[in-house]
């Protein structure tokens, strides 16, 4: 008792996709009671992180890293033993790599998992004939292409959905005010859900992915398919949870589902 | 930025019904973008914090108050400014008025809200023709009435399961390690939920019961009607989230849905 390790996960970017996150670790963790589970800490301080979108385009000056660094050293207080961010978009390098060197130059320990390397390596281990990866996700993290390098090192080709799909139905599934995700989650909207299953269309068809990644932490709320298509669908939340069981006790890491041929 | 309160949240008892509250909170904020949400952190520690119920009734020697003190303490030092528990059980007086002793002789100076005692104000403003509460609950909470004495303050008489109800319906739906809803939580099992709404029918019908308290934080994941056999349902998490937005910010608080007639 009080020795168990602890995840840690920057959630509130947005607050129930950060919720989900902190489902999916109690979904991928074996456990038939509640003390068999792992000790988890979930932040979510959506005050404090200004859009991560809104700030990569320059539609605000309001930065998102130093409401993340608060965020992630409030994790280490509480002795959090790994940390996560709940956000795709937080890993774009401009964001990402100024967190995690605010941290260092702070002297924090704890480690920070990087949520789109997890789903490379996730793809690369377990798609290991896939080479075109359909990645739905914000403006902010197709703008600065942040999976397109990460997948190109796994000798993956990242594709992002026409610029009208990207405006039309991404962004507008994500954010519209009335009936995007942010703004309506539990449950999503209809007209988001539908948004985001012909985005997904759009990349296996048009496009010719091989599987679409869910790239964006809202997405998962509005689809839960693991496969369309007839292709994988790869939820980039479930694949970070994935990853934090794996990093505090490997042994409670469940075998992964992929939902049938 | 940094200023705004935050809600602190003892959640792993057990971690599933410390989510659901948390997604309460959302739920009963009015919000239409992230940084609309309140500031939250929920600690899930389920290792620290050993059965309650079987801790009350001398099944176990681990007490699970030192657990409950430590995350409290832990949820003031990353600056909560409000604390809950999420278990209706943790609230039974021989633990709760231990926790707030052993808080108040540390130093500590978050205030813990009462889950039980805003049940029963939520009952006596929100129902005030409302005489016989029916309460579906954990061994623990029955056996040491947790509900009687302050439903009794509001002149509210608290009605259990007869025995046998209790033990063959409402224990093994939250306990059993094969079906109950402490081991398959993520959907509950049709068995755990058949259980529960035949308790509640059991109290509405054969006891009296004006309305039915889901007593126990587990028991909103598997009942989400907010009416059965045409009277209240009564979800001790909804009422506690509601009381966590109004300590924090009343303003946000969402109007009641009470499910229609």
Request: with cysteine; charged share 20%.
């Amino acid at each position: 008792m009080g020795q168990a390790q602890i995840i840690g996960i920057v959630g509130g970017v947005g607050p129930h996709a950060g919720l989900d996150l902190s489902r999916k670790v109690l979904e991928q963790t074996r456990a038939t009671g509640d003390q068999e589970h792992l000790n988890m800490v979930l932040l979510s301080w959506p005050r404090d992180v200004p859009d991560r979108t809104a700030f990569l385009l320059g539609r605000s000056t309001e930065d998102p890293v130093p409401g993340m660094v608060r965020c992630v050293q409030a994790l280490e207080l509480v002795g959090a033993t790994v940390a996560s961010i709940a956000c795709n978009t937080a890993h774009a390098p401009r964001l990402f790599s100024r967190l995690i060197a605010s941290l260092q130059s702070s002297g924090n320990r704890i480690g920070v998992i990087n949520m789109i390397q997890e789903v490379a390596l996730f793809i690369r281990c377990n798609f290991p004939d896939v080479r075109r990866v359909g990645v739905l996700a914000t403006d902010g993290t197709v703008t600065t292409n942040a999976y397109g390098e990460v997948l190109a090192r796994e000798n993956l080709t990242c594709i992002y959905p026409d610029a009208q799909i990207q405006r039309e139905l991404v962004h507008t599934a994500i954010y519209d005010r009335s009936y995007g995700i942010k703004a309506v989650s539990s449950p999503v909207s209809e007209r988001a859900r539908a948004c985001v299953l012909a985005a997904a269309t759009h990349l296996l068809i048009d496009k010719g992915a091989d599987v679409v990644v869910l790239g964006c932490t809202e997405l998962p709320l509005a689809i839960s398919e693991r496969r369309l298509q007839g292709k994988p669908v790869i939820d980039a939340s479930m694949v970070l949870a994935r990853a934090l069981v794996a990093s505090v006790e490997p042994e409670k890491l469940k075998p992964i589902d992929f939902g049938g041929p």
